[in-house]
């Protein structure tokens, strides 16, 4: 599977951003897709979750209500609405994906995830 993030972008505070993720190869194989993000000098953090099969969501605390995840499987694309958006957002988001059960288990965790996207810039002024 290969993925191909794209979508990010400069907005001011409150506006909002649509990143994509385009999938290709095995894309049968994946239990789940999710986007993380980094800002600079932190470490890698859970956004956002959806399994393939199932269609559950799950969302880290800080972007519930703001932020929402999903899919186009006819397109073999994973899109994240990034809604109110605060500079505390800017960061870069990676959409990633899991072929493994972990997937159900641990949605949240990094080390859930098989494959990286090459990540795209959100940058969020105030």
């Known amino acids: 599977v290969q993925l191909q993030a794209s979508g990010g972008g400069l907005v001011q505070a409150g506006g909002s951003l649509r990143p994509s993720c385009g999938a290709s190869?095995?894309?049968?194989?994946?239990?789940?897709m999710g986007w993380l993000r980094q800002a600079p000098g932190l470490e890698r953090e859970f956004v956002a979750a959806i399994t393939w099969r199932r269609y559950n969501t799950y969302y880290a605390d800080s972007v519930k209500g703001r932020f929402t995840i999903s899919r186009d499987n006819a397109k073999n694309t994973l899109y994240l609405q990034l809604n109110s958006l605060k500079p505390e957002d800017t960061a870069v988001y990676y959409c990633?994906?899991?072929?493994?059960?972990?997937?159900?288990?641990?949605?949240?965790?990094?080390?859930?995830?098989?494959?990286w996207g090459q990540g795209t810039q959100v940058t969020v002024s105030s």
């Open positions: 990633a994906a899991g072929d493994r059960s972990d997937m159900y288990a641990y949605p949240s965790s990094p080390s859930s995830y098989d494959v």
């Open positions: 190869g095995r894309t049968s194989s994946m239990y789940g």
